[in-house]
């Protein structure tokens, strides 16, 4: 039987059930689990406000979080333009999973809804509070506790398959380019001026935490395709050369 791990609110709690409607807060995962939660929340917000305003980012390190992080707009629209053009993004060597929140985030409700701010923080308290002891992570962490009593010890963990991806050298195209290897006192005014020298430059986006990765964002497939050709292994600072592929989509 496949182990699904369920789709959790901003507290932990599972979100509930149903069809994915569109709303101002995206649930980001498969993150890097390696890098500290202010770096990681740093990184996001830098990311995706480009795309509009941000209200707020909410990642934790409790052990049902890991890996998961929600991101909230002022809008709806915003939230689904980001998402369609950030999923996939290999934030940190691991490429994003994106969905649509669930549920609305304090943030958005205290921004769009503020006079309904305490009822939806009570119904969310409540929420967690009923579901405390039926959590299906809880209950699957708490079965295997019993197991292992009931065993005498913990059974031996089942051989993972190794995580087969990709080389980024043969990443299919992508108007989107990955940029790393940059020196660290790279400007985006720097980047901008490297990169419009091909037609059809439509943005340039720094990771602030990270300065030594960015993506360079063309009109169309063909013209990113140019620059990537034309500017891999370049050497921006006269010494390192910068690594140009396809972002992952």
Known sequence: MQDVTPTLAEDGTPQPEGEEIVSETLYIQNLNEKVKIDVLKASLRGLFKSYGEVLDVVAHSNLRMRGQAFVSFASPEIAQKAMKEVRGFPLYSKPMQIT?????????????????????????????????????????????????????????????????????????????????????????????????????????????????????????????????????????DGENKIKITFARK
């Open 100 to 236: 649509f929140a669930r549920t609305r985030s304090d943030a958005v409700v205290k921004r769009l809804d503020a006079a309904n701010l305490e009822q939806h923080t009570s119904k969310r308290a409540e929420q967690k509070r009923r579901t405390r002891y039926s959590n299906p992570l809880k209950q699957k962490f708490k079965a295997k506790r019993m197991a292992a009593e009931i065993d005498g010890a913990a059974a031996a963990p089942a051989a993972r398959r190794p995580n087969v991806q990709m080389p980024d050298e043969y990443l299919p195209p992508n108007k989107i380019l990955f940029l790393q290897n940059l020196p660290e006192s790279v400007t985006k005014d720097q980047l901008m001026a490297l990169f419009s020298q091909y037609p059809n430059l439509h943005e340039v986006r720094l990771i602030p935490t990270k300065k030594d990765i960015a993506f360079v964002e063309y009109m169309d497939e063909g013209s990113a395709g140019v620059a990537k050709d034309a500017l891999h292994n370049y050497k921006l």
